[in-house]
């Protein structure tokens, strides 16, 4: 009679599986590791514990006046206070509505154009419809709305505008510039080549600039330009030569084959481009793409050079409130913050794009 065993299963050993392997493998698997372990691990001991006792535990969050904020901690009662500027900069208090809607339709919006299924005519109509909505809350000076001119727009409202429409606008300029540069026609792919060559030259700070103060020296005597638009233009023309030059690694990463089969179907060129190899550049190149619009949101604080308010700009000015002074450092805290939220948030919704797109190994 055959005599079985039979084994009580055990657990993996904690030396080939769970976080003891993961230490062992990527903090001390070498002297060097142990070495920059241990920096890494000081340098967190030395910097957290005091931030955390500054920004929460010796924090003072309740009051109205500097005289509420007692101690060494952080004071973000000024931070609380001061919210309405950082928000809305120096848009009328009793229009603030307006500006909130527009916050709540771009959500409600983004709902809908992500759960409208794969309709691509509801989605163009969607993605359409908000920006007219948004301008005529947001100016007014129809529809009853009192007009507000845009020196009065500032904080987070104006970054958010400056960023989202460079980002937008430039994405199909960025394009026709990238298929301008891969065109057969000499003149055209000379001037897109240049273009794009000079604006990656050249800092945006001096663009802006010229933009701001040496562009409306040519234009007619009397004639106006607002400012917020020509950096909304200057902006959207120099996010579109990174776009540009994204979108033409994408071009180059595509097999030769790809555009084969679209000729092969008797396509035009525009056909082939945008439904056979567009889609596929788009993919590959989402990392770079979200690279760039992360970047152009951090690059917005720039605008404080042409006399616009951004958020980073609303801190300065408040923190020098004579009522409020010396309280800078919890308002660049604030926008470090800030800034941490919406890039990392960028960051996330790229890698659930990369992750959904990439049908490859399926």
């Not at 298929?179 to 897109?192: D, W």
Request: hydrophobic content about 50%; overall charge neutral.
């Amino acid at each position: 009679m055959a005599i079985y065993e039979i084994e009580q299963s055990q657990k993996s050993p904690t030396n080939t599986k769970g976080p003891i392997k993961w230490v062992l493998d990527n903090l001390v698997a070498t002297p060097t590791h142990v070495i920059f372990s241990f920096l890494i691990l000081g340098l967190l001991y030395i910097t957290i514990p005091p931030f955390i006792t500054w920004a929460i535990i010796d924090a003072n969050f309740i009051g109205t006046t500097k005289a509420s904020c007692t101690g060494d901690g952080a004071c973000w009662v000024f931070i609380i206070h001061k919210m309405d500027f950082f928000i809305y900069g120096f848009y009328p208090e009793s229009e603030i509505y307006r500006i909130n809607w527009v916050f709540g339709l771009s959500i409600i919006f983004l709902l809908l154009f992500k759960y409208t299924g794969k309709t691509f005519k509801a989605k163009i109509a969607l993605f359409s419809l908000f920006p007219i909505i948004a301008y005529f809350l947001i100016t007014g000076g129809s529809f009853g709305l009192v007009e507000v001119p845009t020196d009065k727009w500032g904080g987070l409202m104006l970054t958010l505008i400056i960023s989202s429409i460079g980002i937008v606008v430039a994405m199909p300029v960025g394009i026709i510039l990238a298929f301008g540069r891969q065109s057969k026609l000499p003149i055209i792919k000379s001037f897109s080549i240049v273009y794009i060559e000079f604006v990656r030259g050249v800092p945006l700070i001096t663009i802006l600039f010229m933009g701001s103060v040496i562009l409306p020296m040519f234009f007619p005597e009397g004639m106006t330009f607002d400012k917020l638009l020509r950096v909304l233009i200057v902006v959207t023309l120099f996010q579109a030569a990174y776009v540009a030059e994204v979108i033409r690694g994408g071009l180059q990463a595509i097999p030769k084959g790809q555009y084969e089969a679209a000729d092969s179907e008797g396509l035009s060129y525009w056909q082939k481009m945008l439904i056979i190899i567009l889609p596929q550049v788009i993919k590959v190149s989402i990392p770079n793409l979200v690279g760039n619009a992360i970047g152009l949101f951090k690059d917005t604080t720039l605008v404080l050079i042409i006399g616009l308010f951004d958020l980073l700009t609303m801190v300065g000015l408040t923190s020098i409130d004579s009522h409020w002074t010396g309280f800078a450092t919890e308002g660049y805290v604030f926008v470090g913050f800030i800034f941490l939220i919406f890039c990392s948030g960028l960051s996330r919704y790229s890698k659930v794009l990369e992750d959904r797109l990439n049908t490859e190994n399926r």
